[in-house]
Structure formats: C-alpha cells, structure tokens
C-alpha cells in the first residue's frame, strides 16, 4: 500500500530497501471534455491497483501548461494516487516556473518531474532558451528544490539523446541532476533490457545510485512502429518488428495488439529479473494495455480495475 502522506522519494526508497518493485503510469492532460471522460476513465481504473505514482504530462513547447496545471491538481485532490506534475524549461521564464511550482505546491503536489523538454520547433531543430528563462533541466532541478521539499524526477536515456556527444555524456549529466537534487528518473521508451542495464551502469560510473525506472510503452499497432522509433530516438529491434508482422499475417490487428503487449511484458519481466527498481507504463491516457502488461507480470491484481472493453487501446 502506497503511503498518499510520504514523499515520494521515500516511498521509492522504501520499495527499493524492500526488493519490491514500484509501478507508475504516464498521462497527458485532456484536450476536450470527451478526452476528460477517456482520461478519468483510466485515471480510476489504475487507481484500483494502487500504484506509486502517476504522472501528467506537458505538450510540446509547454503548449498544455495550464491544462497540466489543472488535470494534477484534479488528481491530488480526487483521487487517493500521488501526483507526479511535469514541468518544463520550454517558453517559460524563471518567473512562470515559480508561479507554476507555486500552483502546484497549492494543490497539495510535491512531486515533479523536471525537463527541459523539447524544442518548440520541433525533433531536430535548436532548443532556444526562454531570454528569462533556463537552460536546460539541470538548472531546473536547482530551481525547484529551491522552492520547497519537492521530490524532483528527470529524464534518463537509454539511447543517446539527439544533443549529446555519446551515451556516457547522458550518464554523466544524469549524475549531475542527482547531485543537484533528483531522487529518480525515468527512461525514454526503449526495447531492449540491456540498454538500461548498461544505463544505470554508466550512471553508477559516475556516482549516481538513483533509481532509475524504466519508462515502457507497448506497440499495439503495425502503424506505431515508425512513431515509436522517433520516441525511443532508436529505431525498434528488428526481431520486434518481425514477431509483429508474424501476428499480422497470422490474425490480424487484434493478433498484433495481443503481440505487442506480450513482447511489453517479456521486456518488463526481463528488467525486473535484472533489477530494474520498478515500471513506468507510458498509457496514451488509454489504461487497457498496461493493466494487461500489470496482469501478466503479476504486480498487482487488475481484476479490481474493472474490464478492459470500454476503453480498449
């Protein structure tokens, strides 16, 4: 049972002193209020499996600030799951981050997951510093620790980020975010245990013994492998790939569907054998998958999370 009254960094040092895995799931704020009722639909059907935390994302550019603000404090209040809020560097002054940390504090969060986030521009193209604002999520992290007894998350990479010269310059900067004041991370998406086995190796070279959660997301379609691989910023396994296409020749989408989330599980099982610390379950606000993957690893009991149908990824 996760403790609501702990923080957050407590709880997760807890489970780790415990050999207990933690188990958290990523959202984004609605956009409508028919996006609001598939949001809350989710948000309490993972509500049932009491998990460490959940999470609510920014848009791109911070375009979703104020929908962030509002879809978390929503959650800290009317429900009995820890908020975890997103906040970015992106367009946003040292000034706004303060009143957005503020609203956040106000609504009872004191958790955050601190990024810089993606160029507005889009993959590709230049991050460009707010004239007021931060460059990048180290001095982030600084800021909100400044600001109150925030646990604070970042970002870990288990492939090289686009801007980094190679994958121990990531590691070596997540040690940096951990000096500074960060008490985990969790992983972009990735489809090979070894990447965060040799992540959190790198990170240890350097000092870092945060836990690191690995950050999963099933494909259930053929159509998601090319977006998938712009998110992981790695293209996926090509045996992956192959036992996807197997499924679709051999029963169409729903085969797929079933496959992908089999491979998630297999992937998920395979890094908490290895000592991955928990799992975080990217859900496009859409909970079905990830109860299946939550099912079939055992962590806890989906059965109270009421039946998948309504809501079917």
Known sequence: MVTRGAPLRDVLADLRA?????????????RDDAGE?????????????DPTFVSV????????????????REVSRETTMQPVAHLTCVSASRSELRRVVGEYADA???????????????????????????????????????????TVGVAAFPTPHPESADADQDAR????????????????????ARLWTELVDRAAGHGCDIPVLP??????????????????????????VERLEEAERRGGAAEVRRTGVALTAELGAELLDAGA???????????????????????RDPEHAGAPAAVAS
């Open 215 to 240: 950050g999963l997301m099933a494909i259930t379609s053929l159509r998601q492998v090319a977006t998938f691989t712009k998110l992981a910023g790695a293209p996926v396994p090509a045996r992956v």
């Open 57 to 72: 994302t920014y848009g791109a550019g911070g375009s979703t600030r104020e929908r962030t603000v509002r879809a978390t």
């Open 18 to 30: 415990e050999g207990r895995p933690s188990l958290s799931f990523e959202f984004f704020p609605p």
């Open 277 to 299: 610390p928990g799992l975080h379950l990217y859900t496009l606000n859409r909970s079905s998958a990830s109860l299946e993957i939550v099912r079939a690893l055992g962590l």
């Open 108 to 150: 009872g969060v004191s958790s955050v997951l601190a990024l810089r986030g993606d160029p507005p521009g889009g993959p590709g193209t230049a991050f460009e510093r707010h004239p007021g604002g931060l460059r990048n999520a180290l001095e982030l992290v600084e800021l909100v620790r400044s600001l109150g007894d925030f």
């Open 173 to 192: 900067v997540l040690a940096l975010k951990a000096r500074a004041g960060a008490s985990f991370a969790v992983t972009q998406l990735f489809y090979e």
């Open 37 to 49: 009722a598939v949001l809350w639909e989710s948000l309490r059907r993972v509500e049932a499996l």
